[in-house]
């Protein structure tokens, strides 16, 4: 099955701790992003990799890092997490393509709920 | 200036009834555009893709006018089930980032 995987999906943490959030695609797709969802923000942008070890900033990159040593993998590391981080976190994937064609919908992995207390 | 915008709602409409939803974007470059819906706390799922001019998918169609830099979705006979909130999403495809509108809540009222 297709499928965009993130882990963990709850994660409470202290201010300070640093964690990882793993995200993994199984679509060969070559670009992956992170974004994160605040109410009344919208989703926002945080890095994306357009390939292996490829990544950029995105909207809200401040206290976020990434990195990109596997087309499948892309996780997402908060150094020093602080409170201001606590958000709705998605992984996403997109680009195929496809008898020359190339498709840029984006598949969403189930979210990662982050609390930083 | 926002790159996307859409009416925020919410739209309370009747099951049965036909409900349009627009989005501007402030990029010319875009030159892809989709449709996701997203139900509480849950991932944004691909409704609607629109590479060309528009797309028709059963009782939903996008349309695309770029003189004018917007989408719309229309759904038609409204159902219960399509209660959720719509994303609008555009992407230059010269560029590397997708800009997402903030959504628009939907409810379908028995």
């Known amino acids: 099955e297709a499928q965009v995987t993130q882990n963990p999906r709850y994660l409470i943490t202290v201010t300070g701790k640093k964690l990882t959030v793993t995200c993994s695609q199984n679509?060969?797709?070559?670009?992956m992003s992170w974004y994160r969802q605040d109410p009344g923000l919208g989703l926002r942008q945080i890095y994306y990799?357009?390939?292996?070890?490829?990544?950029d900033k995105g909207d809200v990159p401040e206290g976020y890092k990434v990195s990109r040593k596997e087309k499948r993998n892309f996780p997402l590391i908060l150094e020093s997490p602080s409170p201001n981080q606590t958000s709705l976190y998605f992984c996403?994937?997109?680009?195929?393509?496809?008898?020359?064609?190339?498709?840029?919908?984006?598949?969403f992995g189930p979210g990662t709920r982050l609390t930083v207390t | 200036r926002k790159e996307v915008e859409q009416d925020p709602g919410p739209f309370n409409v009747p099951e049965g009834a036909t409900v349009a939803f627009n989005c501007t974007y402030s990029?010319?470059?875009?030159?892809?555009f989709f449709w996701y819906r997203q139900d509480c706390r849950k991932e944004p799922k691909l409704l609607m893709s629109?590479?060309?001019s528009g797309n028709e998918d059963g009782r939903f169609t996008a349309q695309l006018n770029r003189a004018s830099q917007y989408i719309s979705l229309l759904i038609r006979d409204s159902k219960l089930s399509d209660s959720a909130t719509y994303l609008c999403?555009?992407?230059?495809?010269?560029?590397?980032?997708?800009?997402f509108g903030t959504g628009t809540s939907l409810t379908v009222i028995p």
């Open positions: 996403a994937s997109s680009l195929s393509r496809t008898s020359g064609r190339v498709r840029y919908e984006q598949y």
């Open positions: 679509m060969n797709h070559e670009y």
């Open positions: 990799s357009m390939n292996v070890e490829v990544t």
């Open positions: 990029n010319s470059a875009s030159q892809s």
């Open positions: 629109v590479y060309s």
């Open positions: 999403v555009a992407h230059p495809n010269t560029g590397n980032q997708f800009y």
